[in-house]
């Protein structure tokens, strides 16, 4: 695809309105909750109280014979009437189905499902169900449970291992060897996830005349109808996932394959539309929605000016019980492993482990966060070793401008940047001397204060080349995306597109751009989701690829009613296409501006005028364009090496934090990025993101945890221990824009979905040890709680 | 604990008098509850961690919204305040805020805007959470409750009313009524009084880690007249260090004072470690947040003249 | 465990009176969603945390959640389409969201708008420091706030006739 310059555009990069906007601000969204089905019934779920348990008997008479109940569902029934659901990786003994059955997993697992005529009669019986556990033995360190004799979460397996493999790209060793210094840390991400103000929710209704399965849900996820069918035993055909449903948040963990499994069951079986609507302690707990929880062991080899030759990682991840594509997650980051920096050669090891605890999903950025948490880590214990300083180590390792197309060790291509510029922007936003002299003057003062860097790259594009990569039985290497254009016979356009969207503005990405290539105001243009049965392929809004796939997409479907346009203008002026010109909707002869068909004149020779068609063409004015990935679509080669994602967006973060000395609370006192994503078509957008992403970075950095008690219970259940940041927690953020285009996108955009969160928690991090340092104390663990704080100030004055 | 999110069923009953509530209490026994703003009590019943086969709703009765400021010229008088008085009213009331600006300095801590709009001053001290500001306020200040049934009055001083984690004194066909809060004034206008409320969340509105108050009187030296400090969420319940007050008496409060007095505080304290907050942490935010009241207090002593 | 005995409730909803029949366990925000089907005020935690569901009661900003359906009786609520104008379109301080993009997926949103709409009514010029607060108990997980504050500050800067 050609670039276009970033400037000399009509629509795209300007402030604009965006069209999803009016409906939600005067509550004219349409949630699933939303959505009420003439009879419908309501699903309350009773749960494990145990870490591991053998389920010995589950009594539902007394829960049946309350009045207003429906139905008891069991694993026993849901088991035998559907598919298991697989994980990612090759591991078919780890399965899951949506109720336990004979066993139970982690505190939290859902055992059976109660449906009534209202969720608060549902949670009446589901009381009622007795259920007779007999106790087994847990697991819930990851350490542990990688060690022979722990006890198994799925003896089936054999292990608790769900994947490993040791990558080594490039001369590791001998990089080593040759290095003049070595050194070696460990760093931990906490277990926190995207957790949207919206539940998981899903309404499904079966109509057994047409043999359809109809679904409404708050839903994010690649092949979802697919993949409920096959659980479900069902033809692809027989399920219809409607897209035209808001979803309040997803940022990744809004995947609902189990939810929807036993929806869909409970409404085929009882013949009513039934609907499940998490309530936020099922969210936290059973609602399968935790994020990546590490352990990363770094080396890094560097000579005394800084240079950084080699790096090995061996990054431990927490699925908790069960896998979906959680594994997956600790492959992405492959296609970024070494960050915005040369780094000659590297050794990866990941590796996916069970514990007893409650399952791991997809997370805004797919694992990409922690690990940029680790390497910029790693950069500042590079830096402090040295005594260099932590900008002008960044400055001497990042890949130049002049480099790109840059390959990396792992066999990725990153597409374009400039990360110098971009990083003194940030410096610049924040005004870094101002906050070196704050800083300075806070600490004269006996007060903490610290600042942090961060320089983190934003894979987008979403080619989900880790599958390949991770499990060579799976050879996807189709990740496709599709945008249909209608110009109707009134001369209005209206896009489709084919997924839902959980707050991405995504109607005024397409909207924009089809005004942009049909020159017509992006505000007369509607934009609708199709249903699932009436869609063209997408793989939903994964991996920051929508700018960039469904923005192709739009693009691309445009260029073909222009290319019709003109040939009914080059059939009815006589004329070659080449001597016409295209301008606002209407086509006019170059140079004899008298000589034009306007768009009306056009669409109605289109829709009515066969006789006036050109031959050949197709009567009435539509377009579809399908596509695949940029650059995507490759098998990895046997030392796993692959081109991962097309574009490379990049966000250097510098914050000033201040901690109470005495009593540990951080305070981020200033918050400057800079960000480049190549062509913003909707800044206002991308900004908003961005703003988010930090501030889902400050909740991970600072305030959030899953934290599990030594037996087994998730302690932070409820949102008065499940801390996200609120206004008074997130400052005042400002955000410097760099525009470096993409050479392989339509308009030279890339991907921002996950833009501030993938930097965010790293230059926090960085700002707290920064400004413990004088204290000789620092935290090499996530979240940085006031507690955890507070320990290592103590723990090192006591040193002292 | 179960994922359950609505209430179990109940029956509800809005009396028009606090007599009728008081019967309606005497009646039901503890399956009934008195609901006022509800905003403790409703999360719980979601919760299903209480649940009360009857709601009593008293946040209507006119005879809970009273607010009585002490007579002018009188010396130490007593701030009448209505159980059901809403914690934003309170937050308003330029008598209030005068007469009791240790209260004022605490309601700003009280949850949010919108908690506060519903939740009420007795709600909360009936409630009995160790951490809750407006019960703390009530203990340092030394105030009395007063409490009511079908057989009459009772009077119970807010310092023997917290008996554990929410756990009070009153009794299940109890109503608490008034709350009776002392205010500090007198005739000597060279008399300068302070005080302070600090508190350490790990979020802005959440339930304080702990929280410290101190009200103080100095002489135009600067010296200690009278001085009542106190704790939350140091201990099981709220707790007023009245022992602690009655050190600083007669003392110049500086730094070594101060930090004395924060160490006598840290004595008394009995903190829980939790998710958030281990038992350690807590005494040190005790010990700091102590001598941080009573510099602030101090400091407020100072800048402004007694009435 | 007694059954759901009903109650009658009258509340005026966005000016207009509804009257119904209800359990006591009802919540205001059931009530609102699914009874008189005002799906616009939202629900994100049911436990008084999240702001979400927040309405004026009489004017004032409360949280739907925490309260039941019966406290509500013969009392005044506003949801988030009573602020909107008469024909759906947004309202003033709705279009200053629109204008500063105050808002993604939109769960969050009633509820902001409605705790930025108290604000103004009592403190038309707000600093942004009052802005935090009194949106602090409102959480989003979508915009970081930035937007939210801007939103709120054109909107005041509208009230004061300064622009933003
Ligand atoms: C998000 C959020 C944050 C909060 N943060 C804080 C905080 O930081 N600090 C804090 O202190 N509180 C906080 N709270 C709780 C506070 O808002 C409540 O208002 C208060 O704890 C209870 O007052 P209420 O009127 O709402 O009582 P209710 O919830 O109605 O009742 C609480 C208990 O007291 C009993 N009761 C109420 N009134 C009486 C009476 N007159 N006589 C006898 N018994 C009675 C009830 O039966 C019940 O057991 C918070 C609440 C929420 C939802
Ligand atoms: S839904 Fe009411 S505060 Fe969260
Ligand atoms: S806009 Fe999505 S939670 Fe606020």
Redesign the interface.
């Known amino acids: 695809m050609s670039i276009a310059p970033p400037q000399g555009f009509r629509y795209i990069g300007k402030k604009r309105r965006t069209k999803e906007d009016p409906r939600f601000v005067t509550g004219r969204g349409r949630y699933v909750a939303d959505i009420a089905l003439p009879g419908m019934k309501h699903v309350a779920l009773v749960t494990s109280p145990h870490a591991a348990a053998r389920i010995k008997a589950i009594r539902t008479d007394k829960a049946l014979a309350l009045s207003g109940v429906q139905y008891v569902l069991t694993g026993a029934e849901l088991c035998a009437g559907t598919e298991a659901l697989l994980p990612g990786v090759d591991a078919p003994k780890v399965t899951r189905y949506p109720l336990a059955h004979g066993v139970v997993r982690y505190a939290g697992e859902w055992v059976a499902a109660v449906v009534a005529d209202t969720r608060a009669l549902a949670e009446d019986a589901a009381e009622k169900i007795e259920i007779d556990y007999e106790a087994t033995e847990y697991v819930l360190d990851p350490e542990k449970a990688v060690e022979p004799g722990s006890p198994l979460v799925h003896p089936a397996h054999g292990s608790n291992v769900l994947y490993r493999r040791k990558f080594v790209w490039g001369p590791v060793e001998e990089d080593f060897a040759r290095a003049e210094h070595k050194l070696g840390l460990r760093v931990r991400w906490g277990r926190s996830a995207t957790v949207p103000i919206e539940t998981f929710g899903i309404a499904a209704q079966w109509d057994p005349g047409q043999q359809l399965l109809d679904v409404w849900a708050s839903i994010q996820m690649p092949k979802y109808p697919d993949q409920i069918a096959r659980a479900l035993r069902l033809p692809g055909n027989a399920v219809r996932v409607h897209f035209d449903v808001d979803v309040g948040g997803s940022y990744g963990v809004k995947r609902g394959i189990k939810h929807t499994v036993l929806v869909g069951y409970l409404a085929k079986k009882l013949g009513m539309p039934v609907r499940l609507i998490e309530d936020r302690l099922e969210n936290m707990r059973g609602g399968d929605m935790h994020g990546p929880d590490r352990i990363f062991d770094l080396q890094l080899a560097f000579d005394s000016d800084g240079t950084i030759r080699s790096l090995k990682i061996r990054a431990l991840d927490d699925v908790g019980a069960y896998a979906g594509r959680s594994p997956l997650q600790l492959g992405k980051p492959v296609g970024a492993i070494v960050g915005p920096y040369q780094i000659h050669s590297v050794e990866y090891e990941p590796i996916s482990v069970m514990t007893n605890k409650t399952a791991q999903e997809a997370v805004r950025g797919f694992g990409q966060s922690p690990t940029n948490y680790a390497l910029e880590s790693g950069i500042d214990a590079v830096a402090r070793h040295l005594g260099m300083d932590r900008i002008a180590l960044r400055q001497k390792n990042f890949i130049r401008k002049d480099q790109f197309p840059y390959l990396i060790p792992s066999g990725t291509s990153y597409d374009s940047g400039d990360y110098h510029a971009v990083l003194d922007k940030a410096l610049a936003a924040a005004d870094y001397p101002a906050l070196v002299a704050a800083r300075d003057a806070a600490r004269k003062a006996g007060r903490l204060a610290g600042i942090g860097i961060s320089s983190c790259l934003e894979p987008s594009g979403g080619n989900s080349s880790f599958e390949p990569l991770f499990n060579p039985k799976n050879e996807t290497t189709t990740w496709m995306d599709s945008c249909l254009v209608r110009v109707d016979l009134s001369g209005a356009i209206t896009g489709v597109m084919n997924t839902s969207s959980s707050g991405q503005g995504h109607e005024t990405l397409v909207a924009t751009v089809l005004g942009e290539v049909l020159e017509r105001d992006p505000d007369t243009i509607r934009v609708v989701h199709a249903d699932s049965l009436n869609a063209l392929p997408s793989n939903s809004p994964v991996g920051s690829r929508m700018a960039i796939m469904l923005g192709g997409a739009a693009a691309g479907a445009a260029r073909k009613i222009k290319a019709a346009l003109l040939a009914i203008a080059a059939h009815n002026l006589r004329k070659d296409v080449a001597e016409l010109e295209y301008h606002e909707g209407s086509v006019s002869v170059k140079g004899e501006p008298r000589q034009t068909l306007g768009w009306a004149q056009l669409v109605e020779i289109a829709h009515r005028k066969f006789h006036q068609m050109p031959p050949g063409l197709e009567p009435g004015l539509q377009a579809k364009f399908v596509w695949e990935v940029p650059t995507g679509g490759g098998l990895p080669t046997a030392d796993g090496r692959i081109q991962m994602y097309p574009c490379f967006s990049f966000e250097a973060h510098v914050v000033l934090v201040e901690i109470d000395p005495e009593t540990g609370q951080p305070k981020l006192a200033r918050y400057a990025c800079g960000h480049d994503c190549g062509v913003m078509i909707s800044p206002d957008i991308v900004h908003g993101m961005t703003f988010g992403g930090i501030a889902h970075g400050i909740g991970a950095a600072l305030y959030e945890k899953f934290a599990y008690s030594d037996n087994g219970q998730l302690e932070s259940q409820s949102f008065m221990d499940y801390l996200i940041p609120s206004a008074l927690e997130v400052p005042a953020l400002t955000i410097a824009d760099h525009c470096t285009p993409s050479p392989h996108t339509t308009f030279g955009q890339k991907g921002s979905g996950e833009a501030g969160y993938l930097g965010a928690p790293a230059a926090i991090a960085c700002a707290i040890n920064d400004a413990l340092a004088p204290l000789g104390a620092s935290i090499a663990e996530l979240p940085m709680t006031p507690l955890q704080i507070w320990t290592r100030m103590q723990l090192a004055r006591a040193g002292n | ?12 009953a ?1 009396p028009e008098t606090l007599a009728e509530a008081c019967s309606l209490l005497a009646e039901h026994g503890p399956d009934a509850k008195l ?1 006022a703003g ?2 403790s009590l ?2 719980m ?4 961690l209480a649940r009360p ?1 009857w ?1 009593i ?1 008293i ?1 209507r009765l006119a005879e809970l919204q009273h607010l009585a400021a002490p007579a002018e010229g009188k010396a130490d008088g007593v701030f009448v305040v209505g159980a059901g008085v809403r914690q ?1 009213v309170m937050e308003r009331d330029p008598r209030a805020r005068a007469s009791l600006p240790l209260l004022a300095k605490a309601l700003p801590w009280v ?5 506060r ?2 939740g009420t001053i007795g709600g909360s001290i009936a409630h009995g959470d160790t951490s809750a500001e407006i019960a703390l306020t009530a203990c340092v200040l030394d105030a009395m409750l007063e409490l009511c049934d079908t057989s009459g009055v009772t009077e119970i001083p807010a310092r023997e009313f917290f008996l554990a984690p929410m756990v009070t004194a009153i009794l299940p066909e109890q109503c608490l009524a008034e709350i009776r809060f002392p205010v500090w004034r007198s005739a000597d206008k060279t008399i300068r009084r302070g005080c302070a409320f600090e508190e ?1 969340s ?6 304080a ?1 702990v929280s410290a108050c101190a009200q103080l009187e100095l002489d135009p030296d600067g010296r200690c007249l009278r001085a009542e400090l106190g704790l939350g969420g140091a201990a099981p319940t709220p707790l007023a260090l009245p022992e602690v007050g009655a050190q600083l008496v007669g003392a110049k409060l500086d730094e070594q004072a101060i930090s004395a007095a924060a160490a006598a505080a840290v004595a008394l304290a009995d903190p829980e470690g939790d ?4 038992a350690d ?1 807590r005494r ?2 005790a010990r ?1 947040l102590v001598e941080r009241v009573l510099r602030a207090a101090q400091q407020d002593a100072r800048s402004t003249v007694g009435t | 465990m007694s059954d759901d005995r009903v109650y009658p409730v009258s509340i005026e909803v966005n000016g207009t009176l509804r009257e119904a029949q209800v359990p006591a366990r009802l919540t205001l925000v059931d009530f609102l969603r699914d009874t008189l089907r005002l799906t616009g005020t939202h629900a994100g935690c049911e436990h008084g945390i999240c702001g979400a569901c927040s309405v004026l009661l009489d004017g004032e900003p409360v949280r739907s959640c925490i309260m039941y359906a019966v406290q509500a009786d013969g009392r005044k609520v506003t949801t988030i389409e009573g602020l909107a104008q008469p024909d759906g379109r947004p309202g003033a301080l709705q279009d200053a969201f629109c204008e500063a993009h105050a808002t993604q997926c939109g769960y969050c949103t009633p509820g902001m708008v409605i705790a930025a709409h108290a604000l103004l009514e009592t403190n038309p010029a707000p600093a942004e420091q009052e802005i935090r607060e009194a949106i602090g108990g409102n959480l989003c997980r979508c915009t970081g706030y930035q937007q939210i504050v801007d939103a709120i500050k054109l909107a005041a800067g509208k009230n004061t006739g300064n622009a933003a």
């Open positions: 604990m179960m994922p359950l999110m609505k209430a179990a069923p109940f029956a509800y809005r609901i509800g905003q409703v999360p019943m979601a919760m299903r086969a709601l709703d946040a934003c949850g949010h805007v919108q908690t709009n519903r350490v790990v979020r802005h509105g959440d339930f880690l998710l958030h907050a281990s942490y040190h935010l700091v």
